[in-house]
T-cell receptor, first 114, second 117 residues
Framework: DTGVSQNPRHKITKRGQNVTFRCDPISEHNRLYWYRQTLGQGPEFLTY????????KSRLLSDRFSAERPKGSFSTLEIQRTEQGDSAMYLCASSLEVGLDEQFFGPGTRLTVL | AQKVTQAQTEISVVEKEDVTLDCVYETRDTTYYLFWYKQPPSGELVFLIRRNSFDEQNEISGRYSWNFQKSTSSFNFTITASQVVDSAVYFC??????????????FGAGTRLAVHP
């Protein structure tokens, strides 16, 4: 399977715990994006990487959130001290650098904070 | 402001009916791209179409067609002869080229389409 993969697919945690999600983009894609989708809403942009550089962060990304993309390959999104409001689907997407290519999305990680 | 409005929250049709999903957008940019994505129950967003702001030509792909009208800031999506497999949530999105940042898609809230046998 050469699509975008995300792990884990589901995560249940207690409030106050830290969680980390992983995204593996399509191998030749330089651009990587994180979005958050809450129930009944469309995805909302969180952050964007071009190779290993994090070039943009949304205001939605509070200081409890941190994303990395070491070596410009896979990316991780960590949420510290989770809150119930963090419960959502976290989607990763990737695209080619050349031109305007469509973003290919992974299956998402569904986070439930109890 | 950059915004996408999908006024239809849910649509229910019987198989073989035609259905149109509405999308209205707002942007300051003169150059932008519009997209439609499908999200089946499995959750993964599936790309359907991209259209740039300078190309108002309508497009047909099999049972799918898209009507882009800049004058009304609309990019509507029609499924002809709907099938049960079309049941999903459909998202319209805009990518403003200058004020939107780095390829940041702005999505509408989605329209849930249920096609019944």
């Amino acid at each position: 399977d050469t699509g975008v993969s995300q792990n884990p697919r589901h995560k249940i945690t207690k409030r106050g715990q830290n969680v980390t999600f992983r995204c593996d983009p399509i191998s030749e894609h330089n651009r990587l994006y994180w979005y958050r989708q809450t129930l009944g809403q469309g995805p909302e942009f969180l952050t964007y990487f071009q190779n290993e550089a994090q070039l943009e962060k949304s205001r939605l990304l509070s200081d409890r959130f941190s994303a990395e993309r070491p070596k410009g390959s896979f990316s991780t999104l960590e949420i510290q001290r989770t809150e119930q409001g963090d419960s959502a689907m976290y989607l990763c997407a990737s695209s080619l650098e050349v031109g305007l290519d469509e973003q290919f999305f992974g299956p998402g990680t569904r986070l439930t904070v109890l | 402001a950059q915004k996408v409005t999908q006024a239809q929250t849910e649509i229910s049709v019987v198989e073989k009916e035609d259905v149109t999903l509405d999308c209205v957008y707002e942007t300051r940019d003169t150059t932008y791209y519009l997209f439609w994505y499908k999200q089946p129950p499995s959750g993964e967003l599936v790309f359907l179409i991209r259209r740039n702001s300078f190309d108002e030509q309508n497009e047909i792909s099999g049972r799918y067609s898209w009507n882009f009208q800049k004058s009304t800031s609309s990019f509507n999506f029609t499924i002809t002869a709907s099938q049960v497999v079309d049941s999903a949530v459909y998202f319209c999105a805009i990518l403003p080229m200058f004020s939107g940042g780095y390829n940041k898609l702005i999505f509408g809230a989605g329209t849930r389409l249920a096609v019944h046998p």
